[in-house]
């Protein structure tokens, strides 16, 4: 069972962990105050959050994939009664999760919704993006090119470009006040 194997949960907590602290910064003082502001609107914060989500889970997967093909460290393919499960199957079932608690109104970022819900779930569409968006000359090609040319090319490009362009685009706002906050430090330093 692909459960109880220990290459089953590294992914998750690697990319869990890095969003976190990622996240950890915002959570108080000054830069907790620098995020609301940049970040009023729900819906750009969720754009965000997605995006950043999306680039985590890119880094990560490309490592952890490239560690397996070429047998480094404690990673595995997960497998099930011999079958092996590419990631994309777990990208699926959270992009199915996400759309659910998004159908019963959890974490939409509506006024009824918890803000915390639509932050987690926001992180979880674009981990669960990438995992998909990693995979897709799989589910191009019907066959497993993922380590041939056809496999490679043009959708890591276009995966790397995206979630870069799109944290830029999203977070934009936070960048600017980011900036601000410490060229206003270095000026009181001085």
């Given amino acids: 069972m692909p459960f109880t194997h220990p290459s089953f949960w590294i992914g998750p907590l690697i990319i869990g962990s890095i969003l976190t602290l990622l996240f950890l910064p915002f959570s108080r003082g000054r830069l907790r105050a620098i995020y609301e502001e940049r970040f009023q609107e729900s819906r750009r914060e969720r754009l965000f959050l997605g995006s950043l989500g999306f680039f985590v889970t890119v880094f990560v997967v490309r490592g952890i994939t490239i560690a397996i093909h070429n047998n480094i460290g404690p990673f595995h393919d997960v497998s099930m009664h011999g079958r092996h499960i590419h990631h994309m199957v777990w990208g699926i079932l959270l992009l199915l999760t996400v759309g659910y608690c998004w159908l019963t109104e959890i974490g939409t970022g ?5 803000p915390i819900a639509g932050r987690i779930t926001a992180m979880l569409y674009g981990v669960a993006a990438a995992l998909i968006l990693d995979e897709f000359a799989l589910w191009l090609n019907l066959s497993d090119v993922y380590w041939q040319r ?3 090319e043009s959708y890591e490009a276009m995966a790397l470009f995206g979630s870069l362009l799109a944290v830029g685009l999203f977070g934009g706002p936070l960048l600017k006040g980011l900036a601000k906050e410490i060229s206003r430090r270095r000026t009181y330093k001085t």
Wanted: avoid cysteine.
């Fill in 110 to 114: 509506s006024a009824d919704s918890s």
């Fill in 150 to 152: 056809e496999g490679r």
